[in-house]
């Protein structure tokens, strides 16, 4: 039996995988040492912590309160500290209007091994129905030019238990950014963290806004077109900020 195993391992096949499979192992180790090339990313802190934002950039909003997540459940479920949940008023727009206020959520990731965290499930978990999911487009006016960012649009309905309120509807805008990237989906914001293995460093975050009203005790949601374009002038205000002020500079790195 011996003779027949060894007489198996000095087949030429089997020495010409086994070779094949040491020279591939001494070329991943060659090509980490040699050209930088990062299987596992490390860390990158923000510049500046959210909580410093400059409430006063961010006219016409006004910040009606800061909120924190007090259960630590939920906090291991969003995977990160690095976060702002603000209420905002938009003074510019009537005391009425449907997208007048805007609960506000960043959330930063500086350990690129996170899997994205969406609202399809953040929601959905918490008991809403998700009723539709569809990809926007952002134009912001930047120095001069226009910029045209994806994002994406969802549409909830309230849990059961809010059935007497007549399952009230309420939509999310939501846009990441990845390495320095804009992209509107889990799968793009992946895609971007995994594509360049000479880079040392990665991390992710998400701009997520809730546009809404209360009249008559009754939460107000905006149509998509509404909710877009109060996107658009959040987003054309709060992403010079947060790009010059806290999130890293890709491409100082």
Known sequence: ??????????????????????????????????????????PLPLKKSLDLLDEKALAPYRVVSTEKIENEEVIKVLGTQDYIQWHLEDDSVPADSAVRC??????????????PHVPEECYTGSGYQKLSSDSVV??????????????????????DSDRWRGGAKFSVLYIFRANGEYTNS?????????????????YFTKVEMKFF?????????????????????????????????????????
């Open 186 to 202: 889990r799968t793009d914001t992946r895609i971007v963290l995994g594509k360049n293995l000479l880079r040392r460093y990665s």
């Open 1 to 42: 039996m011996m003779q027949d195993m060894f007489k198996a391992y000095t087949q030429s096949a089997f020495l010409i995988c086994a070779g094949i499979l040491a020279l591939a192992g001494v070329s991943m180790s060659i090509a980490i040492k040699s050209f930088g090339v990062y299987l596992k990313k490390e």
């Open 138 to 159: 952002f134009t912001l006016n930047r120095d001069g030019r226009q910029e045209h960012l994806a994002g994406r649009y969802v549409v909830f309905t309230g849990k």
């Open 213 to 253: 009203n209360v009249k008559f005790g009754v939460q107000m949601c905006p149509s998509e077109e509404q909710a877009v374009s109060a996107g658009q002038k959040l987003l054309s205000v709060i992403l010079p900020l947060l790009e010059k002020e806290h999130w890293p500079d890709w491409e100082k790195l």
């Open 102 to 115: 805007c609960l506000l959520l960043i959330t930063y990731y500086g350990l690129p091994d996170k899997v």
